[in-house]
């Protein structure tokens, strides 16, 4: 059985990544400031060098899955040196620490490197260029790990969603959800496009292009490139609740600390084919994610 550590275990994706491996793997994760209810749990603050290493001597992982960022975007914009510290120095610590112990590293990325000037979708031979701080972090991460010359596969990935017992975030449907059940109006950006991903299906295939032995920059998301107006639409329609409440809105409007990429339609055909899976559509995944919203209100 390998042994998978997660960095980021009381994250969003970190979270759903042991629940869907842990029957498989032998999993350990890493958490920061909050303590998620598993087995194999460790506080680490990854900015620590040192600790990073003593951890991985002990834990000896076969794989490691890095999740770990801030990746609140405006958060990012306003506190750079806090960001470059979690996002760059963090990632090369993990990075360096999967050298030097010879195991695989497994990155998460986003699409947020690239500009979303592009009409047409964006393949992994599509040249980044991020607009937001988040962005730039998390390029430079990408190639720091490119740099070392390690076994890697680094994932971009977007808009995660998804409903867990694990974690207390609020992605972005179960807050469209929480506001109509309240009657209460929403606004959403009607010019800003990207492709949702449901995290299931993203850990998915990203445990099979492991398991296939795949390595190097895959697109994993959702296959639908849609607007979050359309997407907060899709939801409440799902959930049967009142979508004349959801108000479009332009970006503008919003006036955010962080310049957001207009358009960015990413072509997961790479990953699809090395993991031989397939990304859902958002109608999929979202009827998939009312399935296991309700299971986890149970
Ligand atoms: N969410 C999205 O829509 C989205 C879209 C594209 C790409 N991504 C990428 O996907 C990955 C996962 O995103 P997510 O939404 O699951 O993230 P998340 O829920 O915000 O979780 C972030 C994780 O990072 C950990 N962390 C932060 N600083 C740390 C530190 N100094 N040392 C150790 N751990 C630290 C946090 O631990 P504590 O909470 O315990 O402090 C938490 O477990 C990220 O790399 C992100 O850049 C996300």
């Known amino acids: 059985m390998d042994r998978l550590l997660i960095i980021g275990a009381s994250g969003?994706?970190?979270?759903?990544?042991?629940?869907?491996?842990?029957?498989?793997?032998?999993?350990?994760?890493?958490?920061?400031?909050?303590?998620?209810?598993?087995?194999?749990m460790h506080q680490l603050d990854v900015v620590k060098r040192d600790s990073v290493f003593k951890l991985f001597e002990e834990v000896k992982p076969d794989l490691v899955v890095d999740t770990h960022a801030?990746?609140?975007?405006?958060?990012?914009?306003?506190?750079?040196?806090?960001?470059?510290?979690?996002?760059?120095?963090?990632?090369?610590?993990?990075a360096e620490a999967c050298k030097m112990n010879g195991c695989k590293l497994l990155f998460?990325?986003?699409?947020?490197?690239?500009?979303?000037?592009?009409?047409?979708?964006?393949?992994?031979?599509?040249?980044?260029?991020?607009?937001?701080?988040?962005?730039?972090?998390?390029?430079?991460?990408?190639?720091?790990?490119?740099?070392?010359?390690?076994?890697?596969?680094?994932?971009r990935t977007a808009v995660l969603f998804g409903a867990s017992k694990s974690h207390d975030k609020t992605p972005f449907p179960i807050w469209i959800i929480n506001q109509l059940k309240d009657?209460?109006?929403?606004?959403?950006?009607?010019?800003?496009?990207?492709?949702?991903?449901?995290?299931?299906?993203?850990?998915?295939?990203?445990?099979?292009?492991?398991?296939?032995d795949k390595s190097g920059l895959f697109n994993v998301a959702g296959k639908t490139t849609i607007s979050r107006y359309e997407f907060?639409?899709?939801?409440?329609?799902?959930?049967?609740?009142?979508?004349?409440?959801?108000?479009?809105?332009?970006?503008?409007?919003l006036n955010q600390p962080a310049k957001r990429p207009q358009k960015v339609s990413l072509n997961v055909s790479k990953a699809e084919k090395a993991a031989k899976t397939k990304m859902l559509t958002i109608f999929d995944a979202v009827k998939a994610f009312r399935e296991e919203f309700e299971k986890v209100r149970e």
């Open 12 to 40: 969003l994706l970190g979270g759903k990544l042991y629940e869907s491996c842990s029957s498989d793997y032998e999993v350990h994760g890493i958490y920061n400031a909050h303590k998620p209810e598993f087995k194999n």
């Open 108 to 155: 998460i990325s986003t699409d947020y490197v690239y500009d979303g000037t592009k009409a047409s979708s964006y393949s992994e031979k599509d040249k980044p260029h991020p607009i937001n701080y988040y962005g730039k972090t998390k390029l430079i991460a990408e190639k720091v790990i490119e740099a070392l010359a390690l076994d890697h596969i680094i994932a």
């Open 183 to 212: 009657n209460k109006e929403v606004r959403v950006v009607i010019d800003q496009y990207n492709n949702p991903t449901l995290t299931d299906s993203l850990v998915h295939t990203l445990i099979a292009l492991y398991e296939k």
């Open 232 to 253: 907060a639409k899709i939801v409440a329609s799902e959930f049967g609740l009142n979508e004349g409440l959801i108000k479009p809105i332009t970006t503008s409007e």
């Open 70 to 94: 801030v990746s609140n975007v405006d958060y990012c914009e306003l506190h750079p040196e806090e960001t470059w510290k979690i996002n760059v120095e963090g990632t090369k610590n993990v």
